[in-house]
């Protein structure tokens, strides 16, 4: 099982892939972002090739654990790539 970890920015996605056994994970690509339809075709591509079965996606919260903009921001990208990937997505607090 391979499990994909995002980091959702308004300028870059960092993209980072587990080992086979989920215990580590490493840097493999980091996405310019230009728009929703583009970056997610290239996370799909990513996803097919190392067989990602798992997506974690970084969330901001404010210090109060309520979500502010950038928060929102990373879980509506989140259900657009739910919905291409048919890959549920999960969030790890930042």
Request: hydrophobic letters at 35%; charged letters at 30%.
């Amino acid at each position: 099982m391979r499990i994909l970890g995002l980091d959702v920015g308004k300028k870059k996605i960092g993209v980072a892939i587990s080992d086979e056994l989920g215990l580590t994970a490493q840097g493999v690509d980091v996405i310019e972002r230009k728009n929703d339809g583009k970056d997610i075709d290239r996370i799909c591509k990513i996803i097919s090739e190392y067989r990602v079965t798992k997506i974690v996606a970084g969330l901001p919260k404010n210090m109060n654990g309520t979500l502010g903009p950038s928060g929102k921001a990373v879980k509506d990208y989140a259900v657009k790539l739910q919905n291409t990937t048919g890959i549920e997505v999960d969030f790890w607090d930042e």
